[in-house]
């Protein structure tokens, strides 16, 4: 960082400032925006954050400051200012240290009626200024959360060998195979061309078929990883399910790493192992804001992070969870019985009340998961598993895949998916195939639960839902 006499007008961001001792007694720059703006007799306290840190530096202004009056009448909270002066050890007790100013210039006012005064807005509000809402404490930590996450994935990664994947966001092939998918068409809504039998000639399109954007890039990423071995995709996936509920979007953020030459047993390992690393990352690297979410949106939230690092995740299989659940009498409002698939009721039993943390489930019905899960010996269950969070439910869904190119063809047909649209899929069976499994990671889930925040739509910067494509 260059702070030389000569470029004492190069901003600092605030986090430097709080930490970086030997920056006492120097003159320093820091840009930012105004939270609010304290009038004593001699002096203001004008408290600036940047984002780079949750909490502000506190600017004393003296009256004896050129412009003293003016500036105090016209700054209003909201407004991006510059500030020079020098970083004094605070005779305040709230904080280590402070800027006694010397220079203060309005970069960008705001007027006294700006939406975000020092007052507590519901969630619910803040959607509605999403532009605006990365000005709160709450959404700046999130999204320090949410880039330390994203950061510390990519090492992960990167430490073992796997390679980043960038896979396609339009694809004509449905990996889940539950229809769930956006269309992407640039044939005229109101007046699309017809074939002979009255249907819409979807030939005409864009891309001369019916096309969509991707619920995974999992289907591309076994391609890869039957070549490279170990690869992982990090990119935005589209689920066009009507979902209102808190942990699901219609736009989302996925990982899915695929691994060659291992089975579901690898496959959990790797899930087990890249969640820890998570979690001790965020300990590490975001303390400040894990403190913050402890202190004001989640009780608890620290403690439950540290367990995690220090207890094994348990795993179960699915016909062990089911006879957990049988035996549990509670009142469920979906029935227990083998062969279901768990409802969120079921898996917040499991985790909360049962097993009391994060738990493996694997071993499902091959009737409700998708085609491309390995067919298990029993021939009732693949080879699936899932990762189950309290408060959450699902964050991991992952299983070993079909690697039998004829078992693979049966499955395709059984369950009613289209065998022409999978050609180039069963190629990979075709040639060289291998035992292989990866899973997928949903990253806003994987950002609520780090943080505690309660609804999905509070944890990527712009949500994308039912009715809502705002901003
Ligand atoms: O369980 P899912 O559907 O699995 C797949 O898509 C596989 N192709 C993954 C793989 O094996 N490579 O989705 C994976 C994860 C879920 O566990 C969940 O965390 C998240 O994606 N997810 C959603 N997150 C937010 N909004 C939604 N609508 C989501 N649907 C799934
Ligand atoms: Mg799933």
């Known amino acids: 960082m260059l702070r030389d006499t000569e470029n004492t007008y190069k901003r600092i961001k605030i986090k430097e400032l709080k930490t970086d001792s030997s920056l006492i007694d120097q003159e320093v720059t820091v840009k930012g925006w105004v939270r609010t703006l304290r009038l004593q007799k ?24 050129s412009c003293y009056e003016e500036l105090t009448q016209t ?3 909201g407004a991006c200012v510059r500030v020079v002066g020098s970083l004094v050890s605070s005779l305040g007790g709230k904080q280590a240290v402070e800027i006694q100013a010397k220079e203060v210039e309005i970069l960008g006012n705001a007027p006294a009626d700006f939406v975000l005064q020092k007052k507590r807005h519901s969630f619910e509000f803040l959607r509605t200024i999403a532009h605006l809402r990365p000005r709160t404490n709450t959404f700046g930590a999130v999204m ?4 330390s996450l994203a950061f510390a994935t990519h090492k992960f990664f990167q430490e073992r060998d796997f390679l980043y994947l960038n896979t396609p966001i339009i694809t004509s092939s449905d990996c889940e195979g539950a229809g769930e998918m956006f269309a992407v068409s640039t044939l005229d809504l109101e007046n699309p061309p017809k074939n002979e039998s009255g249907k819409i000639d979807f030939t005409q399109d864009f891309f001369g078929k019916k096309s969509y954007l991707t619920v995974s890039g999992q289907l591309n990423g076994e391609a890869y990883a039957l070549a490279l071995s170990d690869i992982y995709t990090f990119g935005p996936t589209f689920r066009a399910e009507n979902s209102n509920t808190s942990r699901h979007l219609a736009e989302f953020w996925m990982i899915e790493p695929e691994m060659a030459f291992a089975d579901l047993k690898d496959d959990m390992d790797l899930a087990d192992d890249y969640l820890k690393y998570l979690i001790e990352y965020l300990l590490n690297h975001n303390t400040e804001d894990l403190e913050f979410f402890n202190s004001f949106i989640s009780n608890g939230l620290l403690e439950k992070l540290s367990h995690i690092l220090e207890t094994p995740t348990v795993r179960v299989s699915y016909t062990e969870a089911i006879s957990i659940l049988e035996k549990a009498n509670a009142p469920f409002v979906f029935p227990v019985k083998w062969g279901i698939d768990l409802q969120s009721e079921h898996e917040r039993f499991l985790t909360e009340v049962h097993f009391k943390g994060p738990a493996i489930v694997y071993n499902y019905p091959k009737e409700i998961k998708s085609f491309y899960m390995r067919r298990n010996n029993d021939e009732k269950t693949v080879a699936a598993m899932d990762l189950l969070v309290p408060g959450i439910g699902e964050l991991i869904g992952g299983s070993q895949r079909e690697e039998r190119l004829e078992v693979l063809e049966q499955t395709i047909r059984n369950q009613g998916l289209d065998i022409e649209n999978y050609d180039w899929y069963l190629d990979l069976r075709r040639y060289g195939s291998a035992p292989h499994a990866g899973f997928g990671l949903g990253f806003e889930r994987l950002v609520q639960y780090t943080t505690g925040m309660e609804n999905i739509r509070d944890v990527i910067p712009f949500p994308r839902y039912p009715q809502h494509a705002l901003f």
């Open 42 to 65: 001699a002096f203001a306290f004008m408290e600036v954050n940047d984002g780079s840190t949750v909490s502000n530096i506190q600017v004393v202004l003296n009256n004896s400051l």
């Open 144 to 147: 320090r959360v949410r880039n």
């Open 75 to 77: 700054i209003q909270t």
